[in-house]
């Protein structure tokens, strides 16, 4: 069976890079040390690890995160960097928060900048002076959304840079941000290590879409959901409360429909899910939403705004980072609904309901604000012990170290003939709309 986000690779290379070797006690105490041999299986199915343990080899594995016994680093003598990159999305400063938490109180760290407006804020040119992060500084930080940091969208120059955190002293900066961050990310450590500079970059992969691959979820991806079932209870109320209505909800989800997705499964008042995954022509939800009308008479839609982009003109627009910008589907829908109805003599109901900036802008739900702490720690275990170009993940219920490489190597998507879809489709008894 495969799992959501598994790409059917066969030739899966978790190797860490590492700046050097170990020689530094640790100074994080009352703990179990990780051993540097631990692995976290990447399969969870012994049928999907057949050809390897048929071969007599091991199955590919990912590298356990947590602290090691001996350090790469002196805490005493390099400084730390942290940086917020890309939209915002619950839980950056809980992540934040953790990373300086750890360094000040498993390692000691002293000094410990917070580089503002993402990229822009290593570029000594913008003139953001860093922010000077304490363990006091960042006491309550996690009780707001967005970020602390500010974000930026838009290309660096990797020598730039590099020597702004050469000039500071950096040994290690984390980059917070989705797949555009880390790739920024890789090439940072490829500069410091042309240089030859003992700088280690660690990622920790940020995307309210869900759509890194090698990590099972992402921070925030269970707010986002959990905010996203106001906006279908509220669809669903409103909804039932008219005669023949049809509430409309759009959420984010640029390439990957998980929030849409999960957001089905949390209750069952959707009745039509729209993902950019699963191709669907106008006519067919149009003929399919006249039929639920009659048959129940409300209808509630959810769309993520990468569905449907075939059904409108393609805009190549782009935003500062290179992102595509998509056409409005859920305006474009609305229309299209209400001309439908119109020209059918039929009088609709319709209400259009589009919360993405309130999702995205929430602080981290409890179980979200948990997992944030506990990937940055990971993120500071694995910048200490010397590992570099890598993000930290959660797998198998574990957490881990995956190269940047594969992290970007393709976006997650939403596996149209996986038990997820599968149960989408059950719950909303939508009908194929091709
Ligand atoms: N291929 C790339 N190489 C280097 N930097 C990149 C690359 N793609 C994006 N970036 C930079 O990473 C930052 C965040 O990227 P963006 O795509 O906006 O958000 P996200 O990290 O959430 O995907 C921006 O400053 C952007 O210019
Ligand atoms: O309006 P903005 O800031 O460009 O952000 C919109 C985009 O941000 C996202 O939330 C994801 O952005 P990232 O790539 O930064 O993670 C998308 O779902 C959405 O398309
Ligand atoms: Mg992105």
Known sequence: MRQEGDMGNTELDFTIERLGECH????????????????????????????????????????????????????????????TCGGICPGLNDVIRSIVLSLCHHYCVQKIYGFRFGYEGLVQRYGHKPLELTADSVAQIHEIGGTILGSSRGPQEPSEMVKTLEDLNVGILFTIGGDGTQRGAQKIAEEATR?????????????????????????????????????????????????????????MGRDSGFIAAYSVLVNSHVNFCLVPEARFTLDGLLRALKERLERRGHAVVVVAEGAGQNLMEATAERDASGNIKYGDIG?????????????????????????????????????????????GQSAVHAGMSGRTNMVVSFWN?????????????????????????????????QPDMM
């Open 24 to 83: 530094i006690p640790s100074p994080v105490k009352g703990i179990r040390f990780v051993d540097d041999d631990g692995r976290v299986l990447y399969h969870s199915h012994l049928q999907e690890m057949k050809p390897w343990l048929d071969e007599g080899i091991h199955p590919p594995a990912m590298e356990a995160a947590g602290p090691r016994e001996k350090v790469f680093f002196d805490p005493s003598r390099i400084a730390c960097g942290i940086v």
């Open 331 to 375: 305006i474009f829908l609305r229309d299209a609904i209400r001309d439908y109805f119109r020209k059918a003599s039929l009088e609709i109901n319709l209400k259009y309901i589009d919360p993405s900036y309130i999702i995205r802008s929430m602080p981290a739900n409890p179980h979200d604000a948990a997992f944030c702490l506990l990937l």
């Open 397 to 429: 219920r574990e957490f881990t170290h995956v190269p940047i490489t594969l992290a970007v190597s393709q976006r997650k998507k939403i596996d149209t003939s996986s038990m997820l879809w599968n149960s989408v489709l059950a719950v909303t008894g």
């Open 195 to 251: 240089r030859g500079l003992e700088i280690s970059v660690i990622g920790i992969p940020k995307t309210i879409d869900n759509d890194i691959s090698y990590i099972q979820a992402t921070f925030g991806f269970e707010t986002a959901v959990a905010e996203a079932r106001r906006a279908t209870y509220a669809a669903h109320t409103e909804a039932d409360a008219a005669r023949n209505s049809i509430s409309l909800v759009k959420l």
